[in-house]
């Protein structure tokens, strides 16, 4: 059964940091492209970034550029999110996303087959 699970949320401070982790069962998330995505109230789901297994830079939106970053530990079967220097308006539920290959669009939802079930990251002081 293919199954991602996301991990890692919580409530953190303006200025902080955290590491979501997106632990893959049922395939090899090597041989996939992995986005991560984030929803917060009200909105529609927005690409955060993506890695793909033949690219060496993952893709990022402009408004993370320089304070998130995605990596695999493949021995793990687990891509990771880390986000640095956060700030409220990346309060929101993160979801990972896996599809085989490459992400037609990296930021289209629409883009990816399987889905994990989201953490919640709140950034307040």
């Known amino acids: 059964q293919v199954q991602l699970v996301e991990s890692g949320g919580g409530l953190v401070q303006p200025g902080g940091s955290l590491r979501l982790s997106c632990a893959a069962s049922?395939?090899?998330?090597?041989?996939?492209?992995i986005g991560w995505f984030r929803q917060a109230p009200g909105k529609e789901r927005q690409g955060v970034g993506c890695?793909?297994?033949?690219?060496?830079?993952?893709y990022y939106r402009d408004s993370v550029k320089g304070r998130f970053t995605i990596f695999r530990e493949s021995a793990k079967n687990t891509v990771y999110l880390q986000m640095n220097s956060l700030t409220p308006e990346d309060t929101a539920v993160y979801y990972c996303a896996a599809t085989f290959g490459f992400a037609r669009n990296k930021e289209d939802p629409q883009s990816y087959n399987y889905w994990g079930q989201g953490t919640q990251v709140t950034v307040s002081s």
């Open positions: 890695i793909t297994h033949s690219v060496d830079n993952p």
């Open positions: 049922g395939f090899n998330l090597d041989y996939y492209a």
